[in-house]
């Protein structure tokens, strides 16, 4: 492969996947100095010119997530700076995305103060996956690329031949019946959603089940396991109504608090997530598939430094035939 002529940098939040993505391109990540001083003040210095270059900067909006986001604009300004062509970001988890409105009065919406500090400072694409809320891309006045992992995420279902007429896809709320829907078709399952009315309480909030699981395979499919409440809450559910085996299915593993811990004493068989956040191995356990999406992004790049349409990136190959 030719080397290309655009700058791939990483900023720490995900190296394997940054390496991965390298990788796949044929190229190597170029030299950056990031430091941290005693006070937390961060320092960036790029060690390859940029003058002229296409830039490319992975960095998720992950844990710590204000200290990867303020790398990531750092790094934005030394390479406005340095005279880079083009400034292109690649942010696998894009944090604040769920801050997307207001639900309440004198909220702010951080997914739009987000997209705005980065068009401030110059980027001039966002290359990004699975976000919260489709409208997020709204948010912004340059190219957004919004990418799936569902593609890559249902292959597991193929390779490892678990499909079947006895397979349902389940929304564990009504925000995810749209995801739920599209995995549904992909794998040709029948899809159902669990009916969690909103309560004080989430862990005694009553639920039910609109669908048929009795007797099936569950796949409960979020955008993101946070805590794990709502994946532990929806397996209870489906254990109840008779359920005899549940996979968990996430692109964002973010696993914060305990939710490593509910999810493994959960009635949950495995638990799938893309490699979008980078899992410690403090917070590994058994029952957990991290799948990777290094193609999708890698492809992503090609094309666009290529000035080629992405559009085929965003079908599976195991099924043509939907379009997610």
């Not at 009553?206 to 809450?233: C, E, H, W, Y």
Request: charged share 25%; hydrophobic share 45%; aromatic share 6%.
């Amino acid at each position: 492969m030719t080397t290309p002529e655009y700058r791939l940098f990483s900023l720490g939040s995900n190296p394997k996947l940054a390496d991965e993505i390298a990788n796949i391109l044929g190229t190597n990540l170029s030299d950056i100095d990031v430091r941290q001083f005693a006070d937390d003040e961060i320092y960036e210095r790029i060690e390859q010119t940029v003058r002229g270059r296409d830039v490319y900067v992975i960095q998720g909006i992950s844990d710590p997530v204000n200290d990867n986001f303020m790398k990531l604009m750092i790094f934005i300004d030394a390479a406005r700076r340095a005279s880079a062509k083009t400034i292109n970001v690649v942010i696998p988890y894009f944090g604040y995305a769920r801050s997307d409105r207001k639900a309440r009065s004198r909220e702010p919406i951080a997914a739009r103060l987000i997209a705005n500090m980065l068009e401030s400072q110059g980027v001039k694409r966002v290359i990004t996956m699975d976000l919260h809320a489709d409208q997020v891309q709204g948010f912004f006045d340059i190219p957004v690329d919004h990418l799936i992992s569902m593609p890559t995420l249902g292959h597991y279902f193929y390779e490892n031949d678990l499909l079947g007429s006895d397979l349902v896809v389940v929304a564990p709320d009504h925000a995810s019946v749209g995801r739920a829907r599209k995995f549904a078709k992909l794998l040709h399952a029948e899809w159902a959603v669990i009916d969690r009315r909103v309560g004080e309480d989430l862990q005694t909030a009553p639920f039910g089940i609109t669908g048929n699981v009795q007797g099936k395979r569950a796949i409960l499919i979020d955008d993101i396991i946070d805590t794990g409440t709502s994946m532990t809450l929806a397996s209870e559910a489906l254990t109840a109504a008779g359920v005899t085996d549940i996979y968990a299915v996430a692109p964002h593993a973010v696993l914060s608090e305990q939710a490593v811990d509910k999810l493994a004493k959960s009635a949950i068989s495995k638990t799938l997530v893309a490699n979008t956040i980078e899992v410690p191995d403090n917070k590994r356990f058994d029952k957990l598939v991290q799948l990777s999406v290094a193609a999708t992004f890698a492809e992503a790049i090609r094309r666009v430094d290529a000035c080629e349409s992405i559009e085929d990136i965003m079908r599976s190959p195991d099924n043509l035939d939907v379009k997610l």
